[in-house]
């Protein structure tokens, strides 16, 4: 061990750059360790969280207020369901909003399918339907001794805080942090699945989920037309456990959520990245014991068998691993903070060092001392020294080829999803957006009011706004969704869509589609009509320009494009669309449009509410943070390959010392020898890159399926093109410079030290 230190010291350059190289990309296995076992583990802390279902409706997480009764009165095999219903008004606590989430609300029996730790109080608190909880993160905020038996305010109601409960951090739940009785809001049976209810379900041991579906259907059907989701299942059961990462839960409703994709794509750059490092590391370590030969040599003289310089090779492996794995936890705990600001996960990351986490980085550090010292031992082991020549090392030339395929493998990733990123971000948006303020809700009896303020200028009705239209109708016979807006005829001409093809009166009422829309229901443009989705005429007013519904959506929920339904001036639904004069000046006026809205509430950015340009703002902040995360990837990818081909150029240099010496002796040039090394490199990486097209054309392929504003990646060549010139680049740079070392050193100095 002595001597493998003593040979680290003395080549510096050699030690900082296996270092470097494997410290980082382990950082970062440990971070994304911890990241996606979180993200699995999303409401596996529930104790029969595979007996807990969520009731779905149209491919949605839908549900009607008196379903959880009713289900488990009359459908065997439940033993309990629970009704959560999201509450968005606005509630204060010492004349603030009280959280910017919203609020739950529930009944007691919803703790007896959740378990939930209470620090004071408990379920029977909602014995008293004016009692109301608060999570552990609101009670610390605001006092944990104060808070209980405080007043919370929504209008004219009051609702005492009786208890603590621990945060719904773990949880698909939202972090919402005040909760109510859902006994509030008990009434009639809705005549429509809604948003803002879910229905959840504990079933019995041995249930046929099957079964349980299709009665729960049978039984929703007597009660409800759920034929505006034509497309999809009236009713599905979804296991709690896959919530998370369901295609029916889209976030919108209060649940957590993520795309399974995403967190595939990463862990596979990740596994790349680590691969990747590996092979860099074993390069040099073989290259650093093609030096130590004699060394390695003298020991079989001295009757060091081939078992001991295997466990001697391991036990130096094993301890560089081992110190580059301390630095490496060091670097992950630093680089955490920043990883949660770039990928903004639902559950934040938390880098973890439990007893299962330490098995899997101890089994780590093992596998890579081991691949590591068989590769150097199958190298090395054999030499002889007498030797005058070095043997041919079949591993190394295998090594080089595939850090060329891994290399350009993540470079080309890394391209595909910045191209991507700001293919999103560089997306024409409507200009004349930026006058415009959106509300949550809206009351016809304000109106007038709203209109009488001086900053305003006009004011319509909408359910969405350029950016996202927030509702949904499934085609006949689809497993796709269009994208719906229903807006008055004010709000229509705010939105100031271009108008491509115009089948109207002097009104705009009626259907609009997009070029999108208008091509997939295959609008007869001669007669301006099409097959209609549930409830839709089937006359079409016009086409209007195609225009995107959010950053990062789902596929499935806007690839059919985007249908505006514009009605009489008496929408019953929606919120305000008002335009107004966005200038400093008028910006103290903000106070007294919350005033009229919300009656004296402040905080208007925990309904919804805002500038349009602001709210679309918040959709893209998200993409220009996965963006940094990308950008990120991208260096330590180019960083890795440096020091890969850095690495390989090494090895190869020490290889070609004594050759490229006695050619010289013989006469040869400089230029001749550069150009005989480099024909033997090509050789390698080449066919390496070959190789690695296919490979990377699938990984970019699967990243791209979550958009549904994509590029295309036969239109976007240049991406292989561009990751095969870095490689090519780096590469040639790193063997022209390693080999120019080689070619001008003293040929008596060379051949002395063979």
């Not at 350059?13 to 699995?40: D, H, N, P």
């Not at 390069?283 to 060394?295: D, P, T």
């Not at 001295?302 to 001697?312: A, E, M, T, V």
């Not at 903070?337 to 990351?349: A, F, S």
Request: hydrophobic share 45%; with cysteine; glycine share 6%.
């Amino acid at each position: 061990m002595k001597s493998y230190l003593r040979f680290l010291s003395r080549n510096k350059l050699y030690t900082a750059i296996m270092a470097v190289g494997l410290s980082v990309s382990l950082a970062f296995v440990i971070i994304f360790t911890c990241y996606t076992r979180q993200q699995f583990a999303v409401c596996n802390h529930y104790s029969g969280s595979k007996d807990i279902y969520l009731v779905g409706m149209g491919g949605r997480t839908y549900s009607y207020d008196t379903l959880a009764e009713e289900i488990e009165n009359d459908i065997p095999g439940v033993e309990d369901a629970v009704l959560v219903q999201n509450y968005y008004n606005g509630i204060k606590y010492n004349g603030e909003i009280s959280s910017e989430e919203g609020m739950l609300m529930l009944d007691k029996d919803f703790f007896d399918v959740f378990e939930t730790r209470f620090l004071v109080g408990s379920p029977e608190v909602f014995n008293t339907a004016e009692n109301a909880l608060v999570t552990e993160s609101f009670a610390r905020r605001n006092g944990m001794e104060e808070v209980i038996g405080t007043r919370l305010i929504d209008g004219k109601k009051e609702f005492i805080i009786a208890g603590i409960i621990e945060d719904f951090s773990g949880s698909v739940f939202k972090n919402f942090e005040v909760i109510l009785n859902g006994k509030l809001n008990a009434g009639k049976r809705s005549n429509q699945a809604t948003s803002s209810v879910m229905t959840f379900i504990k079933v019995s041991k041995d249930t046929d989920i099957k079964d349980l579906e299709a009665n729960i259907e049978n039984h929703v059907l007597k009660f409800m037309n759920l034929s505006r989701f034509r497309g999809s299942k009236p009713v599905t059961l979804i296991r709690l456990d896959e919530l998370y990462f369901s295609e029916i839960n889209d976030g919108m409703m209060g649940l957590k959520c993520e795309n399974i994709d995403k967190v595939f794509i990463l862990s596979i750059v990740v596994i790349l990245l680590l691969i990747s490092s590996i092979i860099n590391y074993v390069n040099l370590n073989v290259a650093s014991a093609e030096r130590r030969e004699k060394e390695m040599a003298l020991r079989h003289i001295l009757g060091g068998d081939r078992r001991h310089i295997y466990f001697r090779v391991f036990a130096e492996s094993l301890v560089f691993t081992a110190l580059s794995f301390l630095a490496a936890i060091a670097l992950s705990i630093g680089l955490s903070d920043k990883i949660n600001d770039l990928l903004r996960p639902e559950i934040p990351l938390e880098i973890s060092f439990t007893a299962d986490y330490m098995m899997i980085y101890c089994l780590m550090v093992l596998v890579i001392s081991f691949i590591c010292s068989i590769a150097v031992s199958l190298n090395v082991s054999r030499t002889k020294v007498t030797s005058s020549t070095r043997t041919r090392k079949p591993l190394s030339g295998l090594f080089m080829g595939l850090q060329f395929v891994l290399s350009f493998i993540m470079i080309s990733v890394s391209l595909t999803m910045e191209a991507q990123m700001r293919h999103m971000v560089n997306r024409d948006m409507f200009a004349n957006v930026d006058n415009l303020y959106r509300t949550m809700f809206s009351s016809s009896e304000l109106k007038q009011e709203i209109k009488a303020l001086p900053f305003i200028r006009n004011a319509g009705k909408s359910t969405g706004y350029p950016g996202y239209f927030g509702m949904f109708l499934a085609a006949d016979g689809d497993d796709t969704y269009a994208s719906i807006m229903y807006c008055d005829s004010i709000a229509f001409r705010l939105f100031g869509f271009d108008i491509i093809e115009d089948n109207r009166d002097d009104s705009p009422h009626g259907v609009w589609l997009t070029e999108r829309a208008a091509n997939h229901f295959n609008v007869d443009k001669e007669n301006f009509t099409w097959k209609p989705l549930y409830g839709l005429s089937e006359n079409v007013s016009g086409i209007i320009k195609d225009t995107p519904t959010s950053s990062i959506v789902k596929k499935r929920w806007n690839s059919l494009g985007i249908v505006v339904v514009v009605k009489q001036e008496d929408l019953r639904w929606g919120g305000w669309i008002l335009e107004m004069d966005e200038t400093d000046e008028n910006r103290h006026y903000m106070d007294s449009l919350t005033n009229v809205l919300y009656k004296n509430m402040s905080g208007r950015e925990a309904f919804g509410c805002g500038f349009i340009k602001d709210l679309n703002r918040k959709e893209y902040d998200q993409t220009k943070s996965d963006m940094r995360l990308i950008e990120l990837f991208m260096f330590i990818s180019i960083m890795l390959s440096c020091l890969a081909f850095f690495a390989m150029s090494m090895h190869y240099s020490i290889n070609n010392t004594k050759p490229v010496s006695i050619h010289k002796v013989f006469g040869g040039s400089t230029s001749s020898e550069l150009r005989r090394c480099l024909g033997k490199y090509f050789r390698i990486m080449l066919p390496a890159l070959i190789i690695g097209i296919p490979p990377a054309w699938i990984l970019c392929g699967r990243y791209l399926e979550q958009f549904s504003y994509k590029i295309d990646l036969k239109e976007n060549i240049w991406i292989f093109l561009t990751a095969m010139v870095i490689s090519i680049a780096i590469s040639t740079a790193a063997v022209l410079w390693q080999t120019l070392r080689a070619a001008r050193t003293n040929p008596a100095e060379a051949l002395k030290k063979e």
